[in-house]
């Protein structure tokens, strides 16, 4: 089975600095990891994804996370926030069976 | 590609009512997935598809709820009678095999009164 654990449900950053929202699964076989994005009133959109390969993986609008198997982490992170990241942020797992699990989510606020 | 078109955006009705959700997925995708998101439970994988078949309908939550994908461009999923706890947002999602990545609908927003 799998899971996901996201590690604070808010977050709130000043425009240009770092966000980094955290995320830990549990997979009973390699995973594959993704990230989605939530804005009011919107369906889900990827912003990035891990199946095989390269660890770092870069997504749209200057996200990136890397995945540590040692840690079961797969953090997100941006080196500078702008106003237009204020959004809700889902970390998923699947066993590539197409099952997505989903983390409960956090939700950003970027501060001016 | 429009993406994966839901209808209605928004329902209203009454307890005990029929509520039916419609989905159109993406032209080509063999996967679609139905999941709920509520405050208090966060993202629910309700029931997926693959070429047009039920695989996993393990997340229904009881037998008011049913789902169907009578052909490879339109899914529904139905909920009878309704109950005020039936209220949420319905995705629908579809993907294709080739590829991990699910493309979500705008949603159904349900309330239930």
């Known amino acids: 089975a799998q899971s996901v654990t996201q590690l604070g449900s808010h977050v709130s950053v000043s425009e240009g600095a770092l966000v980094l929202l955290r995320c830990n699964y549990s997979s009973s076989v390699p995973p594959y990891l993704f990230w989605y994005v939530q804005y009011p009133n919107q369906g889900l959109q990827l912003l990035l994804k891990y199946t095989t390969g390269a660890t770092l993986v870069k997504g749209i609008n200057g996200f990136e996370a890397e995945f540590k198997k040692s840690e079961t982490s797969f953090h997100l992170t941006k080196p500078s926030a702008h106003m237009s990241d204020a959004a809700e942020y889902f970390c998923a797992v699947s066993a590539n069976d197409y099952k997505l699990s989903f983390g409960a989510g956090t939700t950003v606020t970027v501060r001016a | 590609d429009a993406g994966v078109i839901q209808s209605p955006r928004h329902e209203v009705t009454e307890m005990g009512q029929e509520v039916t959700l419609r989905c159109k997925p993406i032209s080509g995708h063999d996967y679609l997935f139905w999941y709920r998101q509520t405050m208090m439970r966060g993202l629910e994988l309700l029931i997926y598809f693959n070429n047009n078949v039920p695989i996993d309908d393990s997340g229904m939550p009881e037998d008011r709820f049913s789902a169907k994908m009578p052909n490879a461009s339109f899914s529904t999923l139905k909920i009878q009678p309704s109950e005020p706890r039936d209220s949420a947002v319905y995705f629908c999602?579809?993907?294709?095999?080739?590829?991990?990545?699910?493309?979500f609908g705008q949603g159904t927003r349900l309330t239930v009164v």
């Open positions: 999602a579809s993907s294709d095999s080739r590829s991990t990545e699910a493309f």
